[in-house]
């Protein structure tokens, strides 16, 4: 069983940045090979953001290239999602994703509300 909690939320200006982080138990995350960060807008399907796997490769969205950086600290049992040049387009729940042992596990999400 893994567990996982979002954290650093909120709301901010357009241009402006926040640091998602999800805190994981259950297992260490030197275990779980591949981990990533998806989002929901309202009335919108859930996808994908941002994956990062054990060795540190990377993937993101098109629509956050260049602005949006994912890391994991397996020590910390932490994984971060940093997001600058914030946009409107980008609120949404952000939720954290683990796939481990054929099984997917979510966070309750944590809300960001981009807005002037």
């Known amino acids: 069983q893994v567990q996982l909690v979002e954290s650093g939320g909120g709301l901010v200006q357009p241009g402006g940045s926040l640091r998602l982080s999800c805190a994981v138990s259950?297992?260490?995350?030197?275990?779980?090979?591949?981990m990533g960060w998806y989002r929901q807008a309202p009335g919108q399907q859930r996808v994908l953001v941002a994956r990062i796997t054990n060795s540190g490769s990377t993937n993101y969205a098109d629509s956050v290239k260049g602005r949006f950086t994912v890391s994991r600290d397996n020590v910390k049992n932490m994984m971060y999602l940093q997001m600058n040049s914030l946009k409107p387009e980008d609120t949404a729940v952000y939720y954290c994703?683990?796939?481990?042992?054929?099984?997917?596990?979510w966070g309750e999400g944590t809300l960001v509300t981009v807005s002037s």
């Open positions: 994703n683990v796939d481990y042992l054929a099984l997917t596990y």
């Open positions: 259950g297992r260490s995350m030197f275990r779980i090979y591949r």
